[in-house]
């Protein structure tokens, strides 16, 4: 048995049964022993941020990994972005790496690079691995880093003779550590300042926004008075008829900075403190208001759901959650509007579906829109990486063949990761994109005014123009081998949503928005 | 004045005129400050992979530095690829990354990542800018450094409040090193290895991929008899009628160990010592034939031209150079073979271009098909990372808008850095790109066999398989606004070759060969 051939054997042994691939020269090993090992589903994708915010979406599905297979320093920049989101949403992630062969290394190839200091900035665990006779071991550490709470993007560096080498030895699984509950200090803590009458902000985020979490934030809020946010950018976030419903702390800091006015107890259960996404000249990047004191009930490495539950219990034992109820918007008619297109989703969204939203400024109101739709999960854009929305989706559908998938994808993301589509044709997903065509970069040119930057001209507003040519995305989603129509008004919207979502395999629908006023 | 602006007008100063951008809201002052120095053309990139090619491709042609301008980590990230050819090529860029304002850096916000570690493996110069007032002297110092011999990646990193703060400082320009001669000990050890009666090659590469290198070369070639190649990616090569006509070293090892069999001196000009591209089971990695001597005549630092000369100058005082006289193929007929695109490209290159080559596999008997065409300069994959050729044309075309661009470019490598044709598009540049179409990363399939692994089945062919499904190139090219054709013979894309190189604007011609058996 070969290097890559105890890799493979390793990983299934660990329960990692797919792997998205991107694979080059260095990588043919593992390629190669895929037939020995048919129980490995291999997943081709055209560019490694398919491949990477693919293992990202099936994380967040499962919740165990998947291997994201990449070629090099090259490869692993590619995929880089991708990673990133990952990990700010705790996803686990095999990154196996192939690099040149040892021997190899010194002659500085075009290809050679320092994988590490690629690597390094994703904080979680890289190692190299150097002799065939360790290469499944590795492959066990890397799995099981991996799963540390709250999971962790592993990336396992794989030499070319690492992988064609004899001796390779298949290793058991690693027991991956469970989350802890976090100590009764902080529990503690949490429930003295729900107790008391100060105005008070439970803010969920990560492991807290778990069904059981969500509901255990809502007794406590019905006991105490409590107002429940989650957090900006979750990483799954279940929703939708039937479960607790709570506002998602705002993007704009204005818009954060008002939900938490008054908080002079803020609890976070799973969340960071809450701070602006970026830096402004006119507005503090700590959203903590002045005078409040925050209480980590819960990191993101804890059980932040059973911390929440063991909270509810000391603070709301008599109560029951508050459930959202079945509640769709009318289908709205009309030419397509940022409101109106978020009605046409809420009206008609499948039960029990997969939402990944990349829909940005064009998706403002899309919460208030599916808060009673049938129950869904939601996938955000966690790292603020763009160009994750079709990748993770496809990932998503990968992990759950039995749910629908809903990506709804801003243009200027769409660009970045478009070759998902074939992909999803490919493997034939139950994947509906809708694109938010606004033919802009709009949440830029909200921005430029907001950073306080002075009345610019025409040659800065052009950076933020795609209609110069319009794109069209059903052009290239033909392309690829996925049926795609257009949408300009929200009866038409509702038709093609209706058709894609009963029929099997891919298919996207470009809607004709307005940029956000 | 603020951070920005001094940075756009010490640019200016320095004569770096071209910013190919991706910007997001920590750029966004340097956005802002475009309308007030009109003489900076910003170009829009839909993906950062496009900006940094493009960056690249500009150098490659004007040999000074564009700006690349990229959203924090995950900008770089996505541009890593590319900058990591343009590093290879020896490129000048000076790629600008935006990131949160210094005090926001501590709240982990979700962009947040180490830039440095990423910026790193490129090898060049990086500096974070961490005033306003010294933005302005940090950017002509990454200017300069961009412009050390032979051109490195400069990474400046600027913080959201360097750029929005008061106080910048415009830096006038600082002189850029000129590339040295090497010491004479080295000329003379190359002069007294040509001169024995060794047999001896004259390897090429870097800053000796001059016209006057070339010449040098050839002079020298004929007088001692030596044999001259060039390496196997050079970053721009000089060819055609009325210029010396070398062979490129091969990519595959044996390919290249049969060029160098029985060489004993090995003169290198601006060439590292020649080793295989990967590591294999079967193949030395050194290309070095055994015994060999290797004389370091120039390295990439040097001005291995003016080496090169000052060589000829003492073996081949008498010599003239042996020039290509312009023979191009007769235009062939039939159904589309890896042997007949090569001859209409031959047969109707048009005066002057420049030609972006990531045809890969398909394109490997272009060289002699070309050698005879009128003079053009040919831009090579010089570091291995695939998605170069879209944006290496989009750069090179805005560097000379007087001449036209042909991109011969593979469809797996297409479609990393696609958007690159929206580029085209809006900027209305002429390019005209062909795709070869063979449904396959057929170099996959052949590397598969040359890396010793054993007979693999279908779950392994599938991985380089790009027709389930097939990819239509003329429809995603014409959803990005570029008139698009498709050629399965000869005639055809000869007739639709000359139509797009006649009028104006970008095209894109599908061609559909067959892979290489």
Avoid at 444 to 452: D, Q, S
Wanted: glycine share 10%.
């Amino acid at each position: 048995m070969n290097g890559a051939q105890s890799v493979l054997r390793t990983l299934l042994d660990a329960g990692v049964d797919v792997c998205f691939a991107n694979p080059g020269t260095s990588e043919m090993h593992l390629v190669a022993a895929l037939d020995a090992f048919p129980a490995m589903r291999a997943v081709l994708g055209l560019s490694e941020g398919v491949v990477t915010g693919a293992a990202d979406g099936y994380a967040r599905i499962t919740g165990t990994p998947a291997a994201a297979l990449l070629h090099l320093g090259p490869g692993l920049a590619n995929g880089w972005a991708n990673l990133h989101n990952a990990r700010r949403a705790g996803s686990p992630v095999v990154a196996i790496v192939g690099d040149h062969a040892t021997y190899h290394k010194r002659f500085d190839a075009p290809l050679e690079s320092d994988i590490e200091s690629l690597a390094d900035p994703l904080r979680g665990w890289v190692r190299r691995s150097s002799h065939a006779a360790d290469a499944g071991a590795d492959t066990a550490a890397a799995v099981a880093a991996a799963m540390d709470p709250p999971g962790r993007v592993a990336s396992l560096l794989l030499p070319g003779d690492v992988s064609w080498g004899d001796g390779g030895v298949p290793v058991e699984p690693i027991p991956p550590k469970a989350p802890r509950l976090p100590g009764e200090a902080a529990i503690a803590a949490a429930a003295g300042a729900l107790r008391d009458d100060e105005p008070t902000t439970l803010l969920l985020g990560g492991p807290a926004c778990t069904e059981a979490g969500l509901r255990a934030a809502s007794r406590i809020a019905r006991a105490t008075g409590a107002r429940v946010l989650v957090e900006t950018f979750p990483a799954r976030l279940p929703r939708g008829a039937g479960l607790p419903s709570f506002d998602r702390l705002g993007y704009l800091p204005e818009q954060a900075a008002g939900q938490l006015d008054g908080t002079q107890r803020l609890v976070l259960a799973g969340a960071r403190s809450p701070a602006t996404f970026f830096g402004y000249p006119d507005h503090a990047s700590d959203l903590v208001p002045e005078g409040a004191r925050v209480h980590q009930l819960a990191g993101r490495e804890h059980d932040a759901t059973r911390a929440l539950e063991d909270l509810a219990g000391r603070v709301a034992p008599e109560y029951a959650p508050l459930l959202a109820e079945q509640a769709r918007p009318t289908l709205p008619g009309g030419a397509l509007t940022v409101q109106n297109w978020v009605e046409v989703i809420g009206a008609l969204l499948p039960d029990n579906a997969i939402v990944a939203d990349e829909s940005n400024t064009s998706g403002l109101l899309l919460p208030q829109a599916t808060a009673g739709a049938p129950r869904h999960d939601l996938l955000t854009l966690t790292g603020g990486a763009i160009g994750q929305g079709m990748p993770v989706a496809t990932g998503a559908a990968i992990a759950a063949r039995d749910r629908p998938v809903i990506n709804l994808e801003a243009d200027g993301s769409a660009m970045y990761t478009l070759p998902a589509l074939w992909t999803q044709a490919r493997e034939q997903l139950d994947v509906t994109t809708v694109v938010l065509n606004n033919r802009a970069y709009a949440i830029l040119r909200m921005e430029l005014g907001r950073v306080g930057a002075e009345p610019s001209g025409a040659a800065a507003k052009s950076l933020f123009d795609l209609s110069t040519p319009d794109i069209d995305f059903t052009a290239m989603a033909s392309g690829m081998g996925v049926p795609a129509s257009r949408a300009t008004t929200a009866e038409e919207l509702a038709d093609q949503f209706r058709r894609a979502t009963s029929e099997p395999g891919p298919h996207l629908i470009e809607a004709m928005v307005p940029p956000l006023a």
